[in-house]
């Protein structure tokens, strides 16, 4: 049987048969997009949730700064990157976008320092040289504040001392700064304790704020009445005392320095607490002046006092006991008079010392005005006197002068009057005037006039005299020389007569034989006279047979 076609296709075709919905399968081939989707997902999340904050940094220029590469490091240890750079809209300074990490985000904090560290040399010190290989990058100091910020202004320099090292900062005020700058040393019996961590111009010009930081444990010895000076370079000091030269150190003569020192007997004052402000002196000798009680006293002078200069000593017998403070011109137009009046400044405490009582006990001195009225009653005074004959200056000398007029100093004015003497320089001026004023009342006009009547007197007689001896050249002279001729003659014919064959002596040797004769004969009787002198009376004893 031959199947029909509509047969054949219903037999042929196989009938449908529902089946269940199947559920949704990933493809494998989705497999690794899905995983490195995932991985970098959590690489974000893990990023975002390390991400520390973005701040912004204020230079006055980008130099050695680069978007990308320049690393932010805090002791060394990277906490973030620079991320951009952008010139202000003033075109004053750059902007510095930082990105940090989320570790960094305790550093944000109002007084927290920002610099760029690259190689430096300031004042003597050396820094940043291994940028010079890996490149600049951007330091960062912690601060202690606990406001947050995230705008700052970066420094052009480092700081000077990093606040993690123990000790205490100081302020000075000075003049000028002289040659003090950033890393300037600080000395301490002339050990090196410390630096100067910044010098600046006061706001009305007038002077300069220098802040100085001194490392533990040499800041205790900052105390509330230390003096600080300058130590920079030489100290030259040519004065009444002579010449002196002092120094520090040879890094204070070239970098300059600061010295500081409390005075002796007064180290149990406290220590100076942080940030105390003290006073910058010149020198030490102005420094250690200004730690002593002071009290300022009036000299009234009348001679002439060229070569006191201010800042010349007040002298006691070798000891400094003050100085001098201002000098003045005074005139008196009543009795037409000047004087120079010389303000002086007296250490009380070097003037009492150890007061001695009439026992020679040491006992508590007595106030200063009263040791000084006493002093001043037994004949103290003050005088000029000459220090330096090189130089020609002069000193205010204290001592006592017995034979001067009694005096008092004088309370009532201000300051006090204290008596004074003229001093030895003028008396001798005094003494040479009187010397020339006696030469001038010498009558020198009439002893020139007797000396020269004296001159044409002994001329006249020179005259005389040269006439006389021209007559006598011309009448006496040829008779005296006849009258040598008979002298002559004569004493010839006397020769003859005292030669040895002459009868002249002849005689006289005849004569001189007989008295020797007579004297024998006369010694003969004064011997027979001396054994018999009877025979005066009785005569000449005839010799017995």
Known sequence: MTDTPQNFESSSIPDAVSEPKRRYSIQLVWIIPIVAAIIGLSLAVKSFMDRGDTI??????????????????????????????AIAKDRSHVVVTVELTKDARGLLVKDTKFWVVRARISGGNVSGLGTLIGGSYIGVEAGTSLESQDTFTGLEAPPAVSLDIPGRQFTLHAADAGSLDTYSPIFYRRMQVGQVISTELDRDGKGVTIKVFIRAPFDQYVKTNSSFWHASGVDLTLNASGVKINTESMVSILL?????????????????????????????????????????????????????????????????????????????????????????????ERLRGQYRNELQQVTPPPDVSVLLDTLVAHGFRAEVKSGNLLTGQLYVALDFFPKVKHSKINWSTTPPRFPTVPGSMDQLQKKLMQIVQKIENMPLEELAGDARKTIQSLDATLKSAEKLLKNVDGTVVPEARAALIEARKTLGGASQALSGDGALQLDLRETMREVGQAAQSLRVLSDYLEQHPESLIRGKREDKQ
Do not use: H, W
């Open 256 to 348: 300059g320095g600061i010295s500081f020192q409390t005075p002796q007997g007064r180290s149990e004052a406290p220590p100076a607490q942080p940030n105390s402000a003290f006073t910058l002196f010149p020198t030490r000798e102005e420094a250690l002046k200004n730690t002593e009680t002071v009290q300022t006293y009036l000299l009234i002078f009348k001679e002439s006092v060229r070569g006191l200069a201010v800042g010349a000593p007040v002298d006691l017998r070798g000891v400094t006991v003050g100085e001098v403070t201002k000098i003045d011109v005074a005139m008196d137009s009543r009795n037409q008079e000047i004087s120079i009046p010389v303000e002086i400044q007296l250490y009380p």
């Open 56 to 85: 912004t940094i204020t230079f006055k220029t980008g130099e050695g700064m680069e978007a990308g590469k320049t690393k932010i490091k805090y002791k060394d240890v990277q906490i973030g990157e620079v991320k951009g750079l």
